[in-house]
Structure formats: C-alpha cells, structure tokens
C-alpha cells in the first residue's frame, strides 16, 4: 500500500521545505512529488507536521472509565493531531506494577489509533514510601516513571527513585508542588486571590520543588523530567540546570501559556488547574521558555472529569482540563501573534518529545522514519463543542468558543486515523 501526501509544506524542528511525502506500508519511502500511489491526499494550503506526541495524558483507565478510557481518550488525541501519548500513572489501581503496564500496552494495541507509552508509578500506590519494581515495568514498556498528580515529598524517595531509574536508562518526571506550601490553596496566590477571596497558592510551591529535583538530577547523574512548570521563577530555574548541564528536562501546558489567573474571577471551575493559572509575566516566561529551548515540549496534561464533578464551589472542584483537541489551536494562537514559529512547534510537540522518550524513529518527517502525520489546516475555524469533542468529559473553558486550527488529517504508521 503506497500513500503520497502532495503539496506538502513540510514543518520539521529545523526547517520548513516544500515537498511530496511517500508513504509505503508504515514507513515514509521519500519526500517526492513524483511517484505513483494507491492513494493520493492533497495538503495544499495545509502545514504538514510529524505525528504530535503528548507527554501528558490522563486516560483515566483503569477505574474511572466514566471520566474517559483508553479508547476515547485515543479518539480525542487522533482528532486533535496526536499520534503518540503518554498515559500517567494516577489510575486505580494504580500502574505500579508490570500486570496493569501490560493492560495498558495491550489495549492501545487493540485500539489501534495511536501509540500509548504508560508511566509507571515511582512509588507504591503513590504513596510516596516504598519504591516500584521499576525494571519490571521498564520490561512491560514504561516510557518513564511519575507520580504525577502527587509529590514524592521525602527527598531521600526521590534521590533513590532517580538512583533506581539511571539503571533501566529511564527518567523520574516530577509532580513539582510543594504539598505544605500549597495548602488548601485552589488558585494563584496574588491580587486576583485577594479579590475572589479564594486560598492562594504561591509559586514557591513549585520552585521550591524544581529546584530540590535538579540539585538531585545533579547528585545522581540521572534524569528528571519536570511536568506542567507554571511559574516565571521555575523557567529560570530550569534554564540555570540546564546551564550546569545537569540532564534535566520539561514540559509546559497550553493552558499555561494562554490564560492567567484573571480568569478565576468568575469562580468557573474549569480554570482551576494544578498547577494553578498564574499571571501575565509567567504566560510570557513560559512562551520565552519554549522559544529559547528552556521547557523542551508543549504537553497537555489532558486531565477528564465528569460535569457533576466540576459543578461544585470552587474550593471543591478537582483540577485540571481536558486538553487532546485544542493543543493545536491554542499553539497556532502563539504562532500567529510571532511569539513561536511552526519549527517550534514541531520542536516541542514532535521532535524533542521523541528524544526524550528514545523512540529514534518518531519526531521528524524524512525517509525511513515511521509514517506519522500531522496535516493541520491553521484557518479551519469551528466551535469546539460536543459534535467536535471525542473525551467522555466537556470539563474546558473552550467549550463553546471559536477556535482556528486543527488537524485535518492525522496518519498513524501510515494509515488514516482521522479526517474532516
């Protein structure tokens, strides 16, 4: 089976060409316009970018497949461009162990629309405590190990996870919120906190976090991945480790770079995020952060709820938003004001992703690399709304809003997942 993809403008992390792409079985044969195809699929006017890996994803199975599952959560990354996914480990039960990896691994399989490398849980049940049999999970296929949506809160946990991880070449990604420090907070701590006359949360509870985990990145000669960063203080926090050549790495959020803690004033509990909206100056910390190479990928932390989880005071709503369908409209708004560029784009959403998670032959559209494929359409305009919206959960402040750019096409080892 031969695909060809014409009229390509073809975004890679280092440049943009202008091309055909060849697609046979589930291997990208040539960059040609020339060549005979069982299909053809015209990209004029489109960007074509690699296969979007997402670092950060919550699908939720096993234990709370009402919020979402596997399934549906691969639905909505398809939709929105995502080829690859990392599932994190805040199930229940739990993947802390190779039996539940293997569900896992085994369910994307049957699946079949995307690639989905889980994390494993750094500690038992997440409790903080015990370590995981971390090797056997890396046998299963672990992409790495997290105990997101919890801080391992005991340094000395966290120096022997890291220990523990440099021997199966693996990464710890760190949930950086000091747990003291937050509190019952529920928002950003400042002048909007103030107003609202919600708990705040300072940033130092993120810092105090970051900075703990690269001294120990440091001390261990391992690797630390550091998720959601949300503050002005952590990029340059980030930015000095990397400096030190200390092996540390990170993610930030769309949602991070496009809204601030203004918008809580409305007490909607879709804006309560963990780690919290900030305020202007982090929004452009972070965006100078993904320009300069400081935070490495754009990650959605995809994060489900049901409705009548998020209809309750805001003190009491659970965090976060789902994310899969407007990674690609939220990123394009940043291109289009010239704070980022499409090969920026395809640095954090694509190529440095792939490093990072080793897998050599994903991130970057040349012969020989495996046929994934982002067609993205940066003028298609539409409501984000249920018609659109393939998660079980509606838990976005975009529901309802006009949003600009999407994928048109998403090719997974050459097949079509996905298309308008």
Same mark, same amino acid.
């Given at each position: 089976?031969?695909?060809?993809l ?6 890679n992390h280092d440049?943009?060409?202008?091309? @055909?792409?060849?697609?046979e079985?589930?291997?990208? =044969?040539g960059?040609? +316009?020339d060549?005979?195809a069982?299909? %053809?699929?015209? +990209? ?6 690699p296969?979007?890996i997402?670092m950060?994803?919550?699908? #939720? ?6 919020k ?6 691969s ?8 080829? =690859?996914a990392? +599932? ?7 993947i802390d ?11 994307? #399989?049957?699946?079949?629309?995307i690639?989905i490398?889980p ?5 038992k049940?997440m409790? @903080? ?13 672990a ?10 809160m005991?340094?000395? %946990?966290?120096?022997?996870?890291l220990?523990?991880a440099?021997?199966f070449g ?5 949930h950086?919120?000091d747990?003291? !420090? ?17 708990? @705040? ?9 970051? /900075? ?10 391992? #690797?630390?991945?550091?998720c959601? %960063?949300s ?11 990397k ?9 930030a959020?769309?949602h991070?770079?496009?809204l ?27 965006i100078?952060?993904?320009?300069? @190479? ?5 990650a ?6 049901q409705?009548?989880e998020?209809?309750?005071e ?7 938003i789902?994310?899969l369908q ?18 920026d ?6 190529y440095?992703?792939?490093? /990072?998670l ?6 970057c559209?040349?012969p ?11 003028e298609?305009e539409?409501?984000?709304?249920g018609?659109?919206?393939m998660?079980k ?8 809003a006009?949003?600009?750019?999407r994928s048109?096409?998403? !090719?997974k080892?050459?097949?079509?997942v996905?298309?308008?």
């Open positions: 089976m031969k695909t060809l014409k009229n390509c403008k073809i975004v440049k943009i060409t202008e091309s @055909g792409i060849l697609i079985n589930e291997t990208i =044969s960059l040609t +316009c060549a005979e069982d299909k %053809v699929i015209d +990209c004029a006017g489109a960007y074509v970018l296969g979007l997402d950060h994803v919550h699908m #939720r199975e096993p234990g709370q497949e009402y979402e599952d596997i399934e549906s959560a639905k909505a990354a398809s939709a929105g461009g995502v080829t =690859s990392c +599932c994190m480990a805040n199930t229940s039960p739990v162990n190779a039996a539940i990896m293997n569900h896992i691994t085994a369910r994307a #399989r049957e699946i079949g629309l690639d490398f994390y494993g849980a750094v500690t049940g409790k @903080g405590e015990e370590l995981t049999e971390m090797g056997d999970m890396t046998k299963a296929g992409a790495g190990f997290s105990d997101d949506g919890k801080t391992i005991n340094a000395e %946990v966290m120096r022997r996870a220990e523990y440099r021997q693996a990464f710890i990604a760190s950086a919120i747990t003291n !420090l937050q509190g019952a907070g529920s928002m950003n701590e400042g002048s909007v906190s103030a107003v609202t006359g919600l708990k @705040g949360i300072p940033s130092e509870s993120e810092t105090t976090v970051i /900075i703990r985990d690269i001294l120990l990145a440091r001390l261990t000669k391992s #690797r630390v991945h550091i959601h %960063v503050a002005k203080e952590s990029v340059e926090l980030i930015r000095w480790g400096n030190e050549g200390i092996n540390v790495t990170a993610e959020a769309p991070h770079f496009t601030t803690d203004e918008c809580c004033e409305g007490y909607d509990t879709n804006y309560k995020m963990s780690p919290p909206l900030r305020t202007e100056k982090d929004v452009e910390a972070i100078e952060g993904i320009k300069d @190479g400081t935070l490495d990928c754009i959605t932390d995809h994060a489900p709820h409705a009548d998020k209809f309750v805001f003190d009491y709503a659970p965090v976060g789902i994310g407007t990674f690609i409209p939220l990123t394009l708004r940043l291109i289009k004001s010239g704070k980022l560029s499409w090969t784009f395809a640095r954090a959403a694509s440095n992703p792939a490093k /990072i080793g897998k050599s032959r994903l991130g559209i040349a020989g690399m495996q046929a994934d494929i982002t067609v993205i359409d940066p298609c539409y409501v984000f709304d018609k659109i919206n998660s959960s509606s838990n976005s402040p975009f529901m309802g006009v949003l600009k750019g048109v096409y998403t !090719l080892k050459g097949k079509i996905f298309s308008l």
